[in-house]
């Protein structure tokens, strides 16, 4: 099966400019996952939607993070306006249901603000 | 979720055995343990799972000790390929809202030659 696919991999942006990163998930799979991750540390969940709805979105940064799954397939996350501190690596992941043990990632956007 | 505790960094040579272990001492009875891995530049993948019992499939082994405090994944054979990251992670299994997956700090482990 083709994995979870993400887009750009690497984006290159000035502070306070708005950048906005797409997945596509695994054909099927209903709760999706945005991660981000710092240089050095673990993945730090930003948002996990089921289906198209918002099941936990605590720790999104909500003054200028968004995020949203329209028809419940695709998802974007983005950013406005962006600060230095938001260089990080982005992962989506997708899972067939909530709570299942096996989340599919894909590869990431590694995103610079300089 | 209960926290876990792994070593920053081990080193393994390869071709031998890798034991990564982890600490959960206020792991629930109803907690998993997983474990996922993170090749560079690549998203995390999943390894294993299990609750009390020890698990085995292609990629490693699980063993839970028998107060499930702690546990240690093995992975029997290391090669080059198998330098990563390694998270060790309780989660309480099941379709609840909020119940995703809680990433530390993982052991980052360097085969070697």
């Known amino acids: 099966e083709a994995g979870v696919a993400q887009s750009p991999r690497y984006k290159i942006i000035e502070k306070r400019q708005s950048v906005a990163f797409w997945c596509n998930p695994i054909s099927g799979h209903a709760t999706l996952y945005w991660y981000q991750q710092i240089l050095g540390q673990g993945p730090k969940l930003l948002i996990q939607f089921q289906n198209n709805g918002v099941v936990d979105d605590s720790q999104l940064p909500k003054d200028r993070f968004s995020a949203e799954r329209l028809k419940g397939v695709d998802s974007t996350l983005k950013i406005q306006p962006a600060k230095l501190e938001d260089s990080a690596v982005y992962l989506c992941a997708s899972s067939l249901i909530m709570g299942s043990y096996g989340y599919t990632f894909g590869s990431g956007t590694r995103l610079t603000v300089v | ?113």
């Open chain 2, 1 to 113: 979720d209960a926290k876990t505790t792994q070593p920053t960094s081990m080193d393994c040579a390869e071709g031998r055995a890798a034991n990564l272990p982890c600490n959960h001492s206020t792991i629930s009875g109803n907690e998993y343990v997983y474990w996922y891995r993170q090749i560079h530049s690549q998203g995390p993948q999943y390894i294993i799972h299990g609750l009390k019992n020890n698990e085995t499939n292609e990629m490693a082994s699980l063993i839970i000790t028998e107060d499930r405090k702690s546990s240690t994944l093995i992975l029997p054979h290391a090669t080059l390929r198998d330098t990563a990251v390694y998270y060790c992670i309780v989660r309480v299994a099941g379709g609840n809202a909020g119940n995703m997956l809680t990433f530390g700090g993982g052991t980052r482990l360097m085969v070697k030659p």
